[in-house]
């Protein structure tokens, strides 16, 4: 395990997320290579944005402006003593909701006079592995945290990319989609189909007890020697498909094996390219990042992947999965700790950011 500056002392980080539909504060603490949070608070604004069929922007961004400083105070009692940073999500993300985050985060740096740290989403879903599932449960063998150099598949709304962590705050990117991100693929079928937003977990449910063979739909760029992903074929024809049996849309046998054929389509193509890039790149573990981590289909196949290969996985816990601050106070602590802080007056939004 490569060695932490200032390891035999706890420190400790509020963490603030708000890139997208999710307000969210957090406390993280640790010790060298053991983080476990104090506190943890998650609003989610599904509900209200289900009524516009996705996100919009200005209304994220006025519920995160309601809930943050309330969220912020009530996790701050939660700390078990002085906090010695501030993590925030900088970006990528949705400009107005990301805006929010990083005044009340510069703000609040400036005036308690703490070291602010921007941190990457993408780097934070990575993060969600180093924590678990149960808040209380400290991890004490070392082993059980990903071990450097980690592969990390970041498979989310907005991204669908390979990552190689060659160490904290050390990333290189392998590969990613040139079109759709696979939750977005997840987020656009269900729409065909009629279900709610998000559509990741109402296809992955409508998928229970479908054919996951009944139909073979397209996998992309698998004969290609690189580790680029392609979504937007795959939805095409899920489209074309729905089209040609428009009478049986409401047969729900039908609508089944449509939702389990296409969610076995884009775990097939995850899984090939990350198998893939394992043999390519032979990395210590394996990890698996983002909303669609929360696929159940897709924890198993990447858990049955890992013990194929023989290089251990991390699949985050259930509870880290989807956005939340206490990932980016993680992301946040280990760039603290190698140096990553930036000056309060100047941090801005970056709602492209990227992760190296
Ligand atoms: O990471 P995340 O919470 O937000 C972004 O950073 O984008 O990911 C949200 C994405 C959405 O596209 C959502 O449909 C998808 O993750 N998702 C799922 C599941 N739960 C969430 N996709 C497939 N199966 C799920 N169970
Ligand atoms: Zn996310």
């Known amino acids: 395990m490569h060695a932490i500056p200032y390891a035999s002392s706890v420190m400790r980080l509020l963490a603030i997320e708000t890139s997208c539909d999710e307000t969210?504060?957090?406390?993280?603490?640790?010790?060298?290579?053991?983080?476990?949070?104090?506190?943890?608070?998650?609003?989610?604004?599904?509900?209200?944005?289900?009524?516009?069929?996705?996100?919009?922007?200005?209304?994220?961004?006025?519920?995160?402006l309601a809930y943050i400083l309330p969220m912020v105070r009530s996790v701050m009692k939660g700390a078990k003593g002085e906090i010695d940073a501030i993590a925030v999500t900088a970006g990528p993300g949705l400009a107005p909701a990301l805006r929010v985050g990083v005044e009340v985060a510069k703000t609040l740096a400036?005036?308690?006079?703490?070291?602010?740290?921007?941190?990457?989403?993408?780097?934070?879903?990575?993060?969600?592995?180093?924590?678990?599932?149960?808040a209380e449960h400290i991890v004490t063998d070392l082993h059980e945290l990903p071990q450097f150099p980690a592969l990390a598949l970041i498979v989310s709304g907005g991204h669908t990319e390979l990552v190689l962590m060659r160490d904290h705050a050390d990333f290189v990117r392998l590969g990613e989609t040139i079109d759709d991100a696979a939750g977005e693929a997840f987020d656009k079928v269900a729409k065909m189909l009629g279900l709610p937003y998000p559509g990741g977990p109402e296809v992955a449910k409508l998928a229970e007890g479908g054919n996951s063979q009944a139909f073979s739909f397209p996998r992309a760029m698998l004969d290609k020697d690189n580790f680029t992903f392609s979504?937007?074929?795959?939805?095409?024809?899920?489209?074309?498909?729905?089209?040609?049996?428009?009478?049986?849309?409401?047969?729900?046998?039908?609508?089944?094996?449509?939702?389990?054929?296409?969610?076995?389509?884009?775990?097939?193509?995850?899984?090939?390219?990350?198998?893939?890039?394992v043999a390519f790149y032979k990395p210590a573990s394996i990890i698996l990042a983002g909303g669609v981590a929360a696929n159940l289909v897709l924890r198993a196949r990447f858990q049955t992947m890992g013990k194929e290969l023989g290089v251990p996985v991390h699949v985050p816990p259930f509870a880290y999965s989807l956005d939340n601050a206490a990932m980016i106070g993680v992301a946040g602590y280990f760039r603290f700790l190698h140096g990553f802080t930036t000056d309060p007056l100047t941090l801005k939004a970056d709602p492209n950011m990227d992760i190296v």
């Open 24 to 64: 969210s504060a957090a406390i993280i603490a640790g010790e060298g290579e053991r983080v476990w949070p104090e506190a943890h608070l998650v609003r989610s604004q599904i509900d209200i944005h289900q009524a516009y069929g996705g996100v919009v922007p200005e209304v994220a961004a006025r519920e995160h």
């Open 110 to 134: 400036a005036d308690w006079k703490k070291p602010l740290v921007p941190v990457c989403h993408l780097e934070g879903h990575i993060y969600a592995s180093w924590l678990r599932e149960n």
């Open 231 to 277: 979504f937007a074929g795959l939805k095409t024809s899920v489209l074309y498909t729905l089209r040609d049996n428009e009478e049986k849309m409401t047969d729900e046998t039908f609508r089944r094996d449509i939702a389990a054929s296409f969610q076995e389509a884009v775990v097939d193509v995850l899984i090939k390219k990350t198998t893939k890039a």
